[in-house]
């Protein structure tokens, strides 16, 4: 896929017009008070070009998974509004109402420069469903749709994708870079390419390795998924995590990556455990793992070669874990791989979930090019899939 002709704020006009955009502000949220606002720090720029541009700004988000009546309470946005105020300085109107009649007047009374908030799309069980008449009832309120919501990119809904039906339809700067930061380093990438794959299971990853293998000139893989790897070269891995079912689909890959001469990087050396505990005993592992132990991270000796093949390259895409970075004593292996890529002069592009959590936390955030703000959406974007949030905005 290829997003780079699509559509930004800056190519339309919007003096004087009402503008819906559909942000990110699924924000995690303890006894109703926002515990990290980070999304909706992230969506100011957007709101504020608007703003600043003469549009009367209609914003709309998801927030959790409201079910019934009683759990629709823990997901109003009312405190996301309350929260953008403070941020913006800036009084963001906030209404209950979605698509009914108060909605409608808040939006038809707004200025120009004014901002106003509806109430959580999933209350309609109609957005997820994408369906047409709530997605036209969520345009009326509009003359444009901006979507900048990459988190939901990868979901056709109807504030994602069904509204662009009935409006022009642009991005916003948030997915505007996520297209052009993931998409140059895809379509034409400085080399030597790197990939780095962890986390959980190959079969999560599978998508993202078969479009990257012929794209990257080194592939690298740790986490859980590198046993199921290990297994297939006929490493003994002991009781780590790993799938049974696709030792067959990883030795292909591994054959496929020889006879395309790509440099495929896997651990040669473990940190393992005797439970699957943070006080468990551990114990370094070099080539197999003993019955009885299992890998929880990459040992020192795999942690220098993923280092090495960080350093020289021009292009690095990370996303996932090299080991149970939740528990300390099995995260110095994701450590070693963030502080490898921070170090290096290459164009750094981190997928969201646990691997920009982790480059976050360990402060080494503003030396990577780009941190993915959707983990689902960036991965789909690195496979190569169609994203319903961005496909459906209008061409240049
Ligand atoms: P993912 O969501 O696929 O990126 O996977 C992240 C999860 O993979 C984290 O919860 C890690 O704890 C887990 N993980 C990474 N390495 C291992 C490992 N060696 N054994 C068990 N779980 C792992």
Redesign the pocket.
Known sequence: MNYLNKKTIEDIDVKGKKVLVRCDFNVPLTDGAIVDDKRIRESIPTIKYLADNGAGIILCSHLGRPKDEESKKACTLAPVAARLSELMAKEVKFTTDIIGDEAHAMAAALNPGEIMLIENVRFYKEETKNDPDFAKALASLADIFVNDAFGTAHRAHASTAGVADYLPAVCGYLIQKEIAVMGNALADPKRPFVAIL????VS??IGVITNLIDKVDTLIIG??MA?TFNAARGWKIGD??FEPDKVELAKEILAKAQAKGLKFLLPVDNVAADEFNVNANTKVFEHGIEDGW????IGPKTQKIFADAVADAGTVIW????????MPPFAHGTIAVAKAIADSNSVSIIGG??SAAAVEQLGFADKMTHISTGGGASLEFLEGLELPGIACLDDK
């Not at 962890?198 to 299971?201: F, H, P, Q, S, T």
């Open positions: 962890g986390g959980a299971k999560d990853k986490g859980a046993y780590s995590k299992m890998g929880l991270d996303n996932g874990p090299m080991g149970v970075s939740e979930g646990d």
